[in-house]
């Protein structure tokens, strides 16, 4: 096929069937790092990752889902959302991507919160001692409850995969990939003294992963959030549920690696997402510090409010039920609720952290 641009290819006319070659090199020195979203194999527990950004083909102005399936019975594939029989869902075009699994009989099935979750790891009895499921279910109890979603979801089934794959601590990173409705997590394998600290790092991944996914279920009329949006509350959020549901020194040291409220940042919120859109990543890591930073001074306002007892939590869905201005900004009616609070503070903290 003629490439047309990166990572897009034209096929020739009447062509029918294309056909290609995933490479998936072996991971042997627990050296994957979830970010990169590339597909491998797991020689020690035998499956393989499959990931759709970096492997499969979307049709493109296809807005409708296509599906994948195995030609061979015999290799079992696993992904986040099943069609009918043996079929996986992957999403339209403007949609996010999605992983699937190759070749694993331990999945671990369960329910929660309204839906259908399944857990993969390459090391099942580590994955079990680090209790890295369970923190999970509390995240996604968390989650759930403040984003209202047994309601918003009414009868329709949703499911999620979860997949882990441990990472050596010389790395000195977590990292963790969201797609449509699957995710990939790193988790820390040494046994040191900073096994816990490790752990809640790992469950923050995971609930700003999950926080995503868990809005794109429930935003399904509204245009997407601006890229600034939609990362610093998925950040400042998994900092907010980590702290609720296993509050102690490690995760405040946590917290306090993201939230400051003393830091003297140079441009604007807005500024950044405009660069980010121009192809400058460099400054992308100040969505989750500056842009956390910002809830967490919101939500300290509201709280101190009599109208808004639960601070950010009272408005999160109102938010999220918006329509967001094309220039990125917040929409004009929630700043308006949000000023009942403390109009000047309020306009302080906008001015500092979003700019124009």
């Known amino acids: 096929?003629?490439?047309?641009?990166?990572?897009?290819?034209?096929?020739?006319?009447?062509?029918?069937?294309?056909?290609?070659?995933?490479?998936?090199?072996?991971?042997?020195?627990?050296?994957?790092?979830?970010?990169?979203?590339?597909?491998?194999?797991?020689?020690?527990?035998?499956?393989?990752?499959?990931?759709?950004?970096?492997?499969?083909?979307?049709?493109?102005?296809?807005?409708?889902?296509?599906?994948?399936?195995?030609?061979?019975?015999?290799?079992?594939?696993?992904?986040?959302?099943?069609l009918t029989g043996d079929t996986w869902k992957i999403p339209s075009e403007s949609s996010a991507p999605e992983f699937f699994v190759i070749n694993t009989s331990n999945v671990n099935r369960v329910q929660l919160n309204g839906l259908d979750v399944n857990y993969i790891s390459d090391n099942t009895d580590l994955v079990e001692r680090l209790q890295l499921n369970d923190m999970h279910a509390k995240v996604l109890g968390a989650l759930s409850d403040i984003l209202k979603l047994k309601s918003k979801l009414e009868n329709r089934r949703e499911s999620v995969l979860v997949v882990w794959i441990g990472i050596d601590k010389r790395l000195r990173g977590i990292n963790g990939a969201a797609g449509h409705r699957s995710f990939v997590a790193n988790y820390i394998i040494d046994d040191d003294p900073n096994e816990s600290i490790n752990r809640y790092r790992a469950m923050m991944v995971i609930a700003h992963?999950?926080?995503?996914?868990?809005?794109?279920?429930?935003?399904t009329r509204n245009n997407s959030l601006p890229n600034w949006v939609s990362?610093?509350?998925?950040?400042?959020?998994a900092l907010h549920v980590l702290a609720k549901i296993a509050g102690s020194p490690e995760?405040?040291?946590?917290?306090?690696?993201?939230?400051?409220?003393?830091?003297?940042?140079?441009?604007?919120?807005?500024?950044?997402?405009?660069k980010n859109q121009a192809g400058d990543r460099s400054l992308y890591h100040l969505f989750y510090e500056q842009g956390a930073t910002f809830w967490q001074a919101i939500d300290e306002t509201l709280r101190e409010s009599k109208e808004f007892p639960d601070g950010l939590d009272s408005v999160i869905n109102d938010l999220l039920s918006m329509d967001f201005p094309k220039n990125g900004s917040l929409p004009p009616d929630f700043i308006g609720k949000i000023r009942h609070a403390d109009e000047k503070r309020l306009d302080d903290i906008l001015n500092k952290y979003i700019g124009t």
């Open 1 to 82: 096929m003629k490439q047309n641009a990166e990572g897009e290819w034209v096929s020739p006319a009447g062509c029918k069937e294309i056909y290609w070659t995933v490479d998936l090199p072996d991971i042997v020195n627990n050296d994957y790092l979830a970010s990169t979203q590339q597909s491998i194999h797991l020689p020690k527990p035998g499956w393989s990752l499959l990931s759709e950004p970096s492997s499969l083909l979307r049709v493109k102005g296809d807005k409708s889902a296509s599906f994948i399936k195995s030609a061979d019975p015999s290799i079992r594939l696993i992904g986040a959302k099943k």
């Open 231 to 237: 990362e610093s509350l998925a950040q400042y959020y």
């Open 209 to 219: 992963e999950q926080f995503h996914q868990l809005v794109d279920m429930t935003r």
């Open 251 to 274: 995760t405040q040291r946590i917290k306090s690696e993201f939230i400051k409220p003393d830091a003297d940042y140079k441009l604007g919120l807005l500024e950044l997402d405009r």
